[in-house]
């Protein structure tokens, strides 16, 4: 990082390592610094007390130690109100719904970026860090935004509905580590949480089982239904069409003789249809609620590397503006299981053009 004195940061300290650094560096690089983490939830709000996730009580202690440690004030702020209605009841309805929610983007875009950066501004702060391995440059008066040097840690998917305004006052001072030397540098300065594990899963959702969260929080069973082989015949009987996502082998109950996969829901009917995986790839889909970051609008068909999953290795397709303003996107080779509500991110090299939510495949 440059030297860029008598600046001031807001940092979103999560209590895992990666925030950490990012605060040492941004106070090493000269900034006034102070520390907050936001409390999301209570265990209770999820139903669950015995597990680790980010955002927990113990995460805000290992916040409030590194920034003691590091001098900076430090206060965790209360946005589980917002959460609820933003990302744990957007996550619910969305399955509900069909499709397959992601709640880490709509957490950024809906809490971290938003909130974090009005608290900043309203408290005189001009700029927020995140511990986000991505990268932030400016060229001819454009905030770019391009994936972080470290290939198996880059965070760049998640970042891709930040806007112009936002990109101006983001710093994310570990977009040119890896994930070996942020540790090393946590380590060097006695960092309680130098070799804290990642968090791998929903933050609210620790064991990964979607439903029983659901169903948790709504204090509502999902009614049973059938499931169907690709010519509409019943084959079985499931707990609910909404628990089941595209492309899901386990936990279907089925004896086929051979893996089945989920590939389609009908939520209108409450079936489920399962068949040979070779019916879930598809070159084409159709995408909305876009964002841009290089140009405020895509230019004619342009051939791009795309992303239909987090950490899923590229692919190209040549993407173009359909006549009611959403993109299409018709891939080179046909690809696996793309799903409704999840991202979509369009790449060239390591500069992230912008992306959207995935409606429809075909």
Same mark, same amino acid.
């Not at 102070?34 to 939830?41: A, D, F, W």
């Not at 969305?94 to 970026?113: L, S, V, W």
């Not at 996107?329 to 992230?352: I, S």
């Given at each position: 990082?440059?030297?860029?004195?008598?600046?001031?940061?807001?940092?979103?300290?999560?209590?895992?390592?990666?925030?950490?650094?990012?605060?040492?560096?941004?106070?090493?690089?000269?900034?006034?610094?102070?520390?907050?983490? $936001?409390?999301?939830?209570?265990?209770?709000?999820?139903?669950?007390?015995?597990?680790?996730?980010?955002?927990?009580?113990?995460?805000?202690?290992?916040?409030?130690?590194?920034?003691?440690?590091?001098?900076?004030?430090?206060?965790?702020?209360?946005?589980?109100?917002?959460?609820?209605?933003?990302?744990?009841?957007?996550?619910?309805?969305?399955?509900?719904?069909?499709?397959?929610?992601?709640?880490?983007?709509?957490?950024?875009?809906? $809490?971290?970026?938003?909130?974090?950066?009005?608290?900043?501004?309203?408290?005189?702060?001009?700029?927020? *860090?995140?511990?986000?391995?991505?990268?932030?440059?400016?060229?001819? /008066?454009?905030?770019?935004?391009?994936?972080?040097?470290?290939?198996?840690?880059?965070?760049?998917?998640?970042?891709?509905?930040?806007?112009?305004?936002?990109?101006?006052?983001?710093?994310?001072?570990?977009?040119?580590?890896?994930?070996?030397?942020?540790?090393?540098?946590?380590?060097? #300065?006695?960092?309680?949480?130098?070799?804290?594990?990642?968090?791998?899963?929903?933050?609210?959702?620790?064991?990964?089982?979607?439903?029983?969260?659901?169903?948790?929080?709504? /204090?509502?069973?999902?009614?049973?239904?059938?499931?169907?082989?690709?010519?509409?015949?019943?084959?079985?009987?499931?707990?609910?069409?909404?628990?089941?996502?595209?492309?899901?082998?386990?936990?279907?109950?089925?004896? $086929?003789?051979?893996?089945?996969? @989920?590939?389609?829901?009908?939520?209108?009917?409450?079936?489920?249809?399962?068949?040979?995986?070779?019916?879930?790839?598809?070159?084409?889909?159709?995408?909305?609620?876009? #964002?841009?970051?290089?140009?405020?609008?895509?230019?004619?068909?342009?051939?791009?590397?795309?992303?239909?999953?987090?950490?899923?290795?590229?692919?190209?397709?040549?993407? *173009?503006?359909?006549?009611?303003?959403?993109?299409?996107?018709?891939?080179?080779?046909?690809?696996?299981? $793309?799903?409704?509500?999840?991202?979509?991110?369009?790449?060239?090299?390591?500069? @992230?053009? /912008?992306? /959207?939510?995935?409606?429809?495949?075909?």
């Amino acid at each position: 990082m440059t030297e860029n004195l008598n600046k001031s940061a807001l940092i979103a300290m999560s209590g895992g390592v990666d925030s950490s650094v990012a605060a040492f560096l941004m106070k090493r690089a000269g900034y006034d610094c102070r520390g907050v983490t $936001m409390r999301l939830y209570r265990n209770l709000d999820i139903g669950l007390n015995q597990f680790h996730t980010c955002c927990s009580q113990s995460d805000i202690d290992d916040a409030a130690e590194i920034a003691f440690d590091l001098d900076i004030p430090f206060e965790v702020l209360d946005y589980t109100e917002d959460f609820k209605t933003q990302i744990m009841e957007k996550f619910i309805r969305t399955y509900e719904e069909g499709a397959t929610p992601n709640p880490c983007i709509d957490c950024n875009r809906f $809490m971290k970026f938003r909130h974090l950066l009005d608290y900043a501004a309203e408290n005189g702060m001009e700029y927020v *860090s995140t511990g986000h391995y991505a990268r932030v440059e400016e060229k001819n /008066g454009r905030f770019l935004l391009k994936k972080g040097r470290d290939p198996f840690k880059d965070q760049s998917y998640v970042l891709y509905m930040l806007t112009q305004e936002q990109l101006a006052h983001i710093r994310l001072p570990l977009g040119d580590l890896t994930k070996e030397q942020v540790r090393e540098i946590a380590e060097k #300065n006695g960092f309680v949480n130098a070799r804290k594990h990642d968090s791998q899963d929903i933050c609210f959702v620790p064991d990964g089982d979607y439903a029983s969260f659901m169903e948790r929080y709504t /204090g509502q069973k999902f009614e049973p239904g059938d499931f169907l082989d690709e010519a509409g015949n019943v084959i079985g009987r499931h707990r609910g069409a909404a628990c089941y996502t595209l492309g899901q082998r386990k936990g279907l109950g089925l004896a $086929m003789g051979e893996p089945v996969y @989920v590939l389609r829901k009908n939520m209108a009917e409450n079936t489920v249809t399962v068949g040979k995986e070779s019916a879930l790839f598809h070159s084409h889909l159709i995408a909305d609620a876009l #964002n841009w970051i290089p140009f405020d609008a895509l230019p004619d068909s342009i051939r791009v590397s795309v992303c239909t999953r987090y950490h899923a290795k590229e692919r190209f397709a040549v993407a *173009s503006m359909m006549e009611d303003g959403r993109l299409k996107l018709d891939f080179e080779e046909p690809q696996r299981a $793309m799903t409704p509500g999840q991202a979509v991110v369009l790449y060239d090299g390591d500069l @992230v053009l /912008g992306g /959207g939510t995935i409606r429809e495949v075909f």
